[in-house]
């Protein structure tokens, strides 16, 4: 049986959910953007995210970095304080979906890798046993898209998320257990599932791919950047490309048809035509469609560009 795309889903259960949002007004000061072009996001330890001279709850980044006109800026610098929770990169990497920008992650060392291990017990002999439980004990219960349900505990280290009813793994809980050691943050990820063996099997393969791949943005590599959208997140070394000001134009027709520079091309294939005909450069790429042009398409169309390391910007050729 062929199993839905739920990687949207999944990447939500890997940032689990935010704590301490009473912290809000304890603002510190942001560093300073190393490059005009990029905007510097500090995640702080109380989960909040700080950029400019303002500061928001990591979750609702994306939202409120659109609404205040700052995604032009494109690329994002990501600072992370050593006590930050791994969760807190998680939400703010998923608050950024869709958004376009390039993501890199600039202050990390090898000390600063998370150390990632899976617990065998989760506590409690069935789903519904560890959510009434936790019900019971009063702790904050944050209820999420999809019908999950997030709860975090008194002690500020665990957080739970369990599935919801439309989730082919239901009903299934992921316990995060958050800890440091000699300056090394670790989590520990504990996975109950009562679905059938292929679709648990499946829930925790997804668990363990986002893990390691937030993992990854946090190695400490410079090099590394990660595109994030609605659809999937992608991470790995963006090659060193120089940009150019060649200008190229891709237009959405209203029949979900393509082309490139008045060349017919599959929608589907227009990132790729594009970075085969320049494979160490970055040209200028505008996407130009009308109003009655399908969102879903368009949407394609920039995903495509983006995993291609083309940054787009809408306009239509010049008559």
Known sequence: MQWPNLTPMRNKLAAACLLAFAKFGMAQSTPPDANMDALTVRISDDGICYFLD???????????????????????????????????????????????FKVGFVNFEASTKPTISEGNYIGYATVADAMATLKSQGFLELPRLNGEV???????????TFVGKNDPAYPSVVRYVYSRSDGVPHVEVTILC??????????????????????????????????????NLKCGAEPARKGTDQQIYVQVRDDATCTVDNVATSCLEVARTIRSAHPADNPKVAV???????YDVVGKVLGALNDEYLTPAFGCAPR
Not at 201 to 223: C, H, L, V
């Open 54 to 100: 303002d500061s928001a709850p990591c979750e609702q980044l994306g939202k409120i970095l659109s609404t205040r006109g700052l995604v032009q800026k494109k690329h994002i610098h990501i600072v992370v304080d050593r006590s930050s929770k791994y969760e807190s990169v998680a939400a703010t990497l998923k608050a950024l979906q869709g958004t376009g």
């Open 150 to 160: 997030s709860f975090a505990e008194s002690d500020n280290k665990t957080t739970w």
């Open 194 to 231: 009562e679905a059938p063996d292929a679709p648990c099997e499946k829930f925790r393969g997804d668990i363990r791919t986002n893990i390691a791949q937030i993992a990854q943005m946090m190695a400490g590599d410079p090099s590394v950047k990660c595109r994030v959208n609605d659809e």
């Open 288 to 294: 130009c469609a009308s109003d009655t042009t399908k």
